[in-house]
């Protein structure tokens, strides 16, 4: 049981730490003490809404064609998180800092929520890692584990948002040196590498 949540909690926590337009908002949203409460809830809530989706309907809709190929999914994404890790590891030789773009400054919880809205929902990215990676790798769990997977990878979701969105002042500071995001990226890296290994392992492509 530990173990399935670790694995969807660092997996969870790995593919969504990359700072893009959603958690450049969110970091930005922190800093001018604006929503940020309802901003981080609905980015956690939202994340965890696509994994849920992604473990639960590939486990209802797809189980016997993944039990035929599971050997074939385990090795796709094994693939997947390998070149997402080198992709990382590429990133952490190249100049990284935060970038948050002029994002007119609202006091309307409507107004705001639309904003992160789009951020998240419009990125197709969203929808390959929760729904599809993170429903995949889920599959490697059986029963009461790939629910315990599940709530890593939400749990990570929320730790991250609140994290980002609370901490941005003392974040942002920080992570626009190089070198840490060098050593975050690092990091990465290396989850994705021994996620891909274990992966690989199950699927006997090694």
Not at 44 to 64: M, P, Q, R
Not at 180 to 198: G, P, Q, Y
Request: charged share 10%; hydrophobic share 55%; glycine share 6%.
């Amino acid at each position: 049981m530990l173990s399935a949540f670790l694995t969807g909690f660092f997996l969870g926590l790995s593919l969504i730490v990359a700072i893009g337009a959603q958690n450049a908002f969110v970091i930005r949203s922190g800093i001018l003490r604006n929503q940020v409460f309802y901003i981080a809830l609905f980015c956690a809530v939202s994340d965890s809404l696509l994994i849920s989706l992604g473990i639960t309907g590939i486990s209802f809709f797809l189980k016997d064609l993944i039990n035929e190929f599971s050997n074939l999914i385990f090795g796709f994404a094994s693939l997947w998180l390998f070149t997402y890790g080198v992709l990382r590891l590429r990133s952490a030789f190249i100049y990284n800092s935060v970038v948050i773009d002029n994002i007119s400054e609202s006091s309307s919880l409507l107004h705001t929520i639309s904003i992160v809205a789009v951020f998240t929902f419009a990125n197709p990215h969203v929808y390959l890692d929760t729904m599809i990676l993170i429903g995949s790798v889920s599959q490697q769990f059986m029963d009461i584990n790939r629910i315990y997977f599940a709530i890593g990878a939400c749990a990570a979701s929320f730790i991250w948002f609140f994290t980002i969105a609370y901490g941005a002042k003392l974040l942002t500071p920080i992570m626009q040196k190089p070198s840490h995001w060098r050593t975050l990226d690092l990091l990465i890296a290396l989850i994705m590498f021994v996620i891909a290994f274990n992966l690989a392992s199950q699927g006997n492509w090694f």
